[in-house]
């Protein structure tokens, strides 16, 4: 069994060197010095009684559009929420929106950012156009933000176990891209992997993401993450429809830099 899946993955490696990464690798050491934390993963609380009327109340307030979009999608069944979907997703070419429901406080955040993939494929033009689908979860985690600032004052606990929980996942994923690089670069250097330099443990947490191009989708995250932030602590846009555009033409070292030095960021007793 660990060998059959020893041999699946030098195979991967194979394939995966192939990818250009979207982003430099400068700046992806910077994103591994930046996302070093030692937080564990928190657990959300249950008393919200229904975050689906709570999300749709942030989203009429913010943008009416946006709301009969959504609305739309669920009376056309387009958006689908379930507790039995084992991970949330938008089925591009059916572009139907599958929301994984948790039973938690924790399916507010989960909510508005899965509405916010759906109102993207749904505007016409997209927010985030096809072409530059690495920054497909900025405008999602905007939308989070967004909402944080939206909530009032009782919900202070949930936003602060929702930032802890972001930093704990995207510090993880970067674990994982910087072992699968490292592995990467072993194949370009030699030609080849020897079985005996991988560590089973990083071979199957790597596995576990069993889709293409894993380092370009996971660091999705963590960019897109620095990039809100960003866009919520300038208040630089006039409309969403500038959000890639200004995404676009910013200087990641600097970005990354201000994300570092944000020092409220995770106090939640404080708004962005």
């Known amino acids: 069994m660990e060998q059959g899946l020893i041999n699946e993955f030098i195979e991967k490696v194979k394939i995966e060197s192939k990818y250009k990464k979207f982003i430099e ?3 992806i050491s910077k994103l591994f010095k930046i996302f070093n934390s030692k937080c564990e993963k928190q657990y959300y609380s249950n008393n919200i009684d229904n975050p689906l009327e709570l999300s749709l109340e942030f989203y009429k307030n913010y943008n009416l559009e946006y709301f009969k979009i959504i609305t739309n999608g669920i009376k056309n069944k387009k958006i689908i929420l379930d507790r039995n979907i084992h991970n949330s997703f938008t089925d591009i070419e059916e572009n139907v929106t599958y929301i994984n429901l948790y039973g938690n406080d924790g399916d507010l955040f989960v909510i508005v950012h899965e509405f916010a993939h759906f109102i993207d494929r749904n505007s016409n033009p997209n927010i985030i156009p096809n072409e530059f ?3 497909g979860e900025v405008f999602s985690l905007y939308m ?7 909530l009032d ?3 202070n606990d949930l936003i602060s176990i929702r930032r802890n929980n972001r930093l704990f996942y995207e510090t993880d ?3 994982i891209v910087k072992n699968e690089l490292k592995y990467e670069k072993m194949y370009i250097k030699k030609g080849n992997i020897d079985s005996k330099n991988l560590k089973l443990e990083e071979v ?3 596995m576990k993401y069993n889709f293409p191009n894993i380092v370009n989708y996971l660091l999705r995250y963590p960019i897109g993450n620095i990039l809100s932030n960003y866009l919520i602590n300038n208040n630089v846009l006039k409309s969403d429809r500038e959000l890639c555009l200004t995404c676009l033409n910013v200087n990641l070292y600097e970005v990354l830099n201000e994300y570092k030095n944000d020092k409220y960021y995770y106090n939640a007793s404080k708004k962005l």
Do not use: A, C
Request: hydrophobic letters at 40%; zero cysteines; glycine letters at 4%.
């Open 25 to 27: 690798n400068g700046v």
């Open 133 to 135: 689908s690495f920054l």
């Open 144 to 150: 989070e933000k967004k909402l944080e600032l939206w």
């Open 153 to 155: 004052e009782k919900y």
């Open 173 to 175: 994923m970067l674990k």
């Open 204 to 206: 199957k947490k790597i």
